[in-house]
């Protein structure tokens, strides 16, 4: 079974060389990458630390600019990376559906091989995840089999920079009642949404929703992963790193030895190829 990293990032690399000029103009980005010793990572470095920690393959999203030409920049780069490395990339693409033509951006994104989108931070973008674009994009969701990826955060607990701006568990919920079709992850081990999944009438309005589990070491203790998989099943469950935050290899160790055998083959690779499969049919 391979295995899968489910949520990393990547930059185009004059991204990163702008990254001065890009915190003037984007709140969010300067909150997330002003600092310098922020990292922000370009395709060998990730490829790299894939290799470190024998990961076979990595689900890549990108920022959520403010500005669809950044959106469309990073997009190309992260396409640019999946073709280059055999298969090793499958590609997210960024848009921002505040911005004028963004739907015609997503269609060429998909035709170009992007498997979804993500990281989506609707809030930060400017617009409302339970709006018209927020039901636009989950209906080309369905229609394309693409997968969105949303960035959740806690209600409650310590803030961290970029924790504000993406969907809530609560507009998660109701998107995916909406869209039942719609193949979703929430990042974040879903900001608590899973909890719900003890309401009947929940498990089956997020019947294809995920759960990824980046960034989880900063966030939740050594056992959350495991009641996560014990309350939403091990197949809605996904590796995800939150490379370069994160390094992968240590996140790998850390949810292997926290998962029985069986539930770890899955959570660390199984359920993201079948997740992310081109072979998918809307
Ligand atoms: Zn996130």
């Known amino acids: 079974m391979p295995v899968v990293d489910a949520h990393a990032h990547l ?27 922020a990292k922000m990572a370009t395709a060998p470095e990730l490829l790299a630390a894939m290799d470190d920690a024998g990961i076979e393959r990595a689900v ?14 990073q997009g190309r780069a ?38 979804g989108f993500g990281e989506l931070r609707p809030w930060n973008q400017g617009w409302d995840p339970l709006g ?3 039901h636009t994009l989950a209906d080309l969701a369905e229609a394309t089999g693409t997968v969105l990826l949303w960035h959740v955060s ?55 929703v995920w759960f990824d589990t980046a960034a989880v070491s900063l966030l939740y203790d050594t056992g959350s992963v495991a009641r996560l998989a ?26 292997k030895a926290s998962l029985p055998g069986e539930f770890a083959l899955a959570v660390c690779g199984g359920n993201a190829t079948t997740l992310f499969s081109e072979s998918h049919q809307p």
């Open 230 to 255: 014990d309350l939403a099943g091990p197949e809605r469950v996904l590796f995800g790193s939150d490379y370069p935050l994160l390094s992968p290899r240590r996140q790998l160790q850390r949810l």
């Open 154 to 208: 806690e209600p409650v607990g310590h803030r961290y920079p970029g924790k504000a701006g993406g969907i809530t568990a609560v507009e998660l919920c109701e998107l995916a009642e909406a869209h039942p079709r719609a193949r979703m992850v929430a990042a974040h081990l879903g900001g608590g949404l899973s909890f719900y999944l003890e309401m009947p009438e929940v498990r089956a309005s997020l019947a294809n």
């Open 132 to 134: 018209p674009q927020g």
């Open 78 to 115: 992260i396409l640019e990376a999946a073709g280059e490395a055999g298969g090793r990339i499958i590609p997210l693409a960024t848009v921002n559906p505040a911005a004028p033509g963004w739907r015609a951006a997503a269609e060429d994104a998909i035709a170009a091989g992007a498997r």
């Open 11 to 37: 930059f185009a690399p004059e991204q990163r060389d702008r990254r001065a000029v890009l915190a003037e103009r984007d709140a969010t980005f300067a909150e997330l990458y002003g600092d310098p010793a």
């Open 60 to 73: 890549v999203a990108g920022f959520a600019f403010a500005d669809a030409e950044e959106c469309a920049a």
